[in-house]
Structure formats: C-alpha cells, structure tokens
Nanobody
Framework: EVRLVESGGGSVEIGGSLRLSCTAS????????IGWYRQGPGNECELVSS??????????WYTDSVKGRFTIAQDSAKNTVYLQMNSLTPEDTGVYYC???????????????????WGQGTQVTVSS
C-alpha cells in the first residue's frame, strides 16, 4: 500500500518561510514524478511544483507564481520530498498535498480521485 505523509504546515506572517515534508512508504519516490498541489480558499487546485515532470527542461518544475520563492528537493535515503517556501504571501494560503504521479496542472478540487497517490494534506496559512 502506498502512503504519503505530509508535515510542516502552519501559520506564518507575510514574508515568512515554511518547509513542507512528504515521506513515502510503499513507493520509491525517485522512481516516479512527485509533486505538490495546492487548494487555496475559493480557488482551483493547482500543481505548484514537481520533480521529473515530463516535458520539463529542468528536473524541478514550478508554476509561475512560485518561481524564485519555492524550492523542491528530494532526499532519496529518507524517501522524502521537501518543499521549501520562502517570501510567503496570503495567496500561498491553502492545503498542500504531496502527490506521486501527478497529472493535470489544474483541477477543480483536491484531492483528485482519478490519478496519483495523494497524501492527506497540510494546511499553510499566511497572514499579516
């Protein structure tokens, strides 16, 4: 059974930082694409970053709104993926989901039921 467990969410002030972690069991993370989706309040669910995304010229892929602020990284020895989030804004608020084998970059709601292996999600709240 594949299980993904996220941690590291919380509440921060504007401009603050958080690091999310996603540890997998039942799956070797560096054998597949791994991503982080975000469901913001009143927003669609969007893929914000992934590793080894098909068609990406770089191993790490980011949606435009987080480029230069977020960094995705993987520790194969710990079977864990991290999302370092800096210079956070209120628009980054949402539930963040770690997903193995992500697909479309936007969907109406997270988690999807027709693709990927999803963690339970971790809440990130950015406020002044």
């Amino acid at each position: 059974e594949v299980r993904l467990v996220e941690s590291g969410g919380g509440s921060v002030e504007i401009g603050g930082s958080l690091r999310l972690s996603c540890t997998a069991s039942g799956l070797i993370l560096d054998s597949t694409e791994i991503g982080w989706y975000r469901q913001g309040p009143g927003n669609e669910c969007e893929l914000v970053s992934s590793i080894d995304r098909e068609g990406s010229p770089e191993p790490q892929w980011y949606t435009d709104s987080v480029k230069g602020r977020f960094t995705i990284a993987q520790d194969s020895a710990k079977n864990t993926v991290y999302l370092q989030m800096n210079s956070l804004t209120p628009e980054d608020t949402g539930v963040y989901y770690c997903v193995a084998e992500p697909d479309t970059e936007e969907l109406e709601r997270c988690p999807a039921t027709d693709f990927g292996y999803w963690g339970q999600g971790t809440q990130v709240t950015v406020s002044s």
